[in-house]
T-cell receptor, first 110, second 119 residues
């Protein structure tokens, strides 16, 4: 089983839709969680960290479920510019080396 | 925010030549830098962790003699792909961690990547 797993998609949604992605991790010692966004032919950029209590940044909401070992990203009121690949990143306790998921592709169409 | 640059942004070379890629942290010191490789439609794969002043730590399956890493200063790490072959064609991305080695820094900053095409 891969350490970090994501549904590669693509998720095809119309503008204005709400879409959610999940990411599962296998190591229960995982301590830090992040969502990155990667546009085609570009480097990944930090979208948001994921906190235990869940956190929101504008249209984006991240949740952590330690019991089931997954994190989620919810995007409300999707924009065309949200089209990208969303990477789940996990770091284990005591390590500064992150593990990347394969990414979930989102396509928002008019 | 912190800025990391990579040079060159793309390179095309003949099979058998060596290619050097530079990764620089422009406004912070980075004791630790990472080198990743990404093939189309695949995840970033960590190749090695580069620590300033010491030997790089390579991930399993990555040949250290083929991918030479030098982290000679707190702002510069280089990756040299020696005797490149077409299968080495990929998107190479570096990232840098501000602060002290071993610290669990929350954020790594990525360079813009280097596209390598080996003919």
């Amino acid at each position: 089983r891969k350490e970090v797993e994501q549904d590669p998609g693509p998720f095809n949604v119309p503008e204005g839709a709400t879409v959610a992605f999940n990411c599962t991790y296998s190591n229960s010692a995982s301590q830090s969680f992040f969502w990155y966004r990667q546009d085609c032919r570009k480097e990944p950029k930090l979208l948001m960290s994921v906190y235990s209590s869940g956190n929101e940044d504008g249209r984006f909401t991240a949740q952590l479920n330690r019991a089931s070992q997954y994190i989620s990203l919810l995007i409300r009121d999707s924009k065309l510019s949200d089209s990208a690949t969303y990477l789940c990143v996990v770091k284990n306790q005591g390590s500064y080396i992150p593990t990347f998921g394969r990414g979930t592709s989102l396509i928002v169409h008019p | 925010g912190a800025v990391v640059s990579q040079h060159p942004s793309w390179v095309i070379c003949k099979s058998g030549t060596s290619v050097k890629i530079e990764c620089r942290s422009l406004d912070f010191q980075a004791t630790t830098m990472f080198w990743y490789r990404q093939f189309p439609k695949q995840s970033l794969m960590l190749m090695a962790t580069s620590n300033e002043g010491s030997k790089a730590t390579y991930e399993q399956g990555v040949e250290k003699d083929k991918f030479l890493i030098n982290h000679a200063s707190l702002t510069l790490s280089t990756l040299t792909v020696t005797s490149a072959h077409p299968e080495d064609s990929s998107f190479y991305i570096c990232s840098a961690l501000p602060g002290l080695a071993g610290a669990e820094q929350e954020t790594q900053y990525f360079g813009p990547g280097t596209r390598l095409l080996v003919l």
